[in-house]
């Protein structure tokens, strides 16, 4: 009798034994999911790959579902191409593995519908009438703007209630990031592109979006763009005026357009005819009112010099020549 109950007991001690070394087995070995691109766009393509730890997953039989319908299955079969879902909606995206040691993993990945829409504006000046946008120059300001499209259970969240956190080059802003921080500024210092990503979240981060935008290399300068003010037809702001203008009428006004500087309020016009100075009309430094001389044919060379008064390095200079 005491032969048998030793025989028993040694027999629990060896599943024991077997089975703490199958599981010690299996813990060094696990599989993940990774989503390529990384924060997809609601409807755009993707590619879902898992990634293995203490197995070998091309020797493995895997088994990918979405929702509760297997899509693709076999031996060695790491990936799987779908797509987002849509804008407030979820994906649920599992993978079962079966190793080449018969060990069961699985994994996984709930997608959400989220978005973010990251806007970038150059704080310089262009015509109300401008159908471009404002372009960066050196020692000028851009300002980003996040909208995000964020839910949970369905629901958009407000905006408001998100924490945003902003970085410039792929280095944090600190003191530009944070609750209900949906937009920052920063200088253009160079003529390098400037990566801006804004990381979006709620406070428990159950939903998170991050997206990046680059600025190109912009070697945008100040300008000034001439116009003609015809008595009869108004200012012909779809025909600029370049080198030289021809006078057919005995009065006209010629408007200075500013193009891509900072604080246009603070800009000083420095006009001049045949190296003298002249004076615009008296409200509007813009335009200057030129005059046929009675029985007189010439040229009047017309030189215009803008500075902004707040920011030394923004400049621009242009001339042309009035036949009358």
């Known amino acids: 009798m005491r032969k048998e109950i030793l ?7 060896i599943l ?10 299996a813990f060094g070995e696990n599989v993940s999911i990774s989503i ?29 579902r979405i929702g509760d319908k297997t899509t693709e299955k076999g031996i060695g079969k790491t990936s799987i191409e779908t797509v987002a879902p849509d804008a407030g909606k979820s994906k649920t995206i599992s993978v079962s593995v079966t190793t080449e040691n018969d060990i069961q993993l699985t994994k996984t990945l709930i997608l959400q519908g989220n978005d973010v ?67 920052f500024s920063f200088k253009i210092e160079n003529y390098n592109n400037y990566a801006v990503t804004v990381k ?11 997206k990046t935008i680059i600025l190109p290399a912009n070697q945008a300068k100040p300008e000034i763009i001439f116009y003609e003010d015809n008595p009869s037809l108004g200012t012909l702001f779809n ?3 370049k080198g030289e203008f021809q006078m057919l009428v ?14 246009p309020e603070k800009l000083d016009y420095n006009w001049k005819m045949n190296g003298q100075n002249i004076a615009p009309e008296e409200n509007n430094p813009k335009v200057m009112n030129f005059e046929t001389p009675t029985g007189i044919t010439g040229t009047g060379a017309i030189n215009l010099q803008i500075k902004n008064l707040a920011n030394f390095f923004q400049f621009a200079e242009e001339s042309l020549n009035i036949n009358f």
């Not at 300001?141 to 945003?164: C, D, E, Q």
Request: net charge positive.
């Open 250 to 263: 005995k009065t006209i006004n010629i408007i200075a357009e500013p193009f891509f500087f900072s604080n």
């Open 7 to 13: 025989k028993f007991l040694f027999g629990c001690v």
């Open 36 to 64: 390529v691109p990384q924060n997809p766009t609601p409807g755009s393509p993707i590619k879902a790959q898992i990634y293995s730890s203490g197995f070998d997953a091309s020797r493995s039989n895997i088994i990918w």
């Open 16 to 25: 024991v034994l077997l089975a703490f070394f199958q599981n010690a087995r």
């Open 117 to 183: 829409d990251l806007l970038c504006e150059a704080m310089t000046c262009a015509p109300y009438w401008y159908n471009g946008l404002p372009l960066p120059v050196i020692d000028s300001r851009v300002k980003a703007v996040a909208i995000p499209h964020l839910f949970s259970g369905g629901k958009r969240i407000l905006p408001s209630n998100l924490f945003y956190e902003w970085s410039l080059n792929y280095e944090g802003i600190l003191n530009s990031s944070g609750y209900k921080k949906n937009s």
């Open 239 to 241: 025909k600029a005026i």
């Open 200 to 210: 979006v979240s709620n406070a428990d981060k159950s939903a998170v979006f991050e």
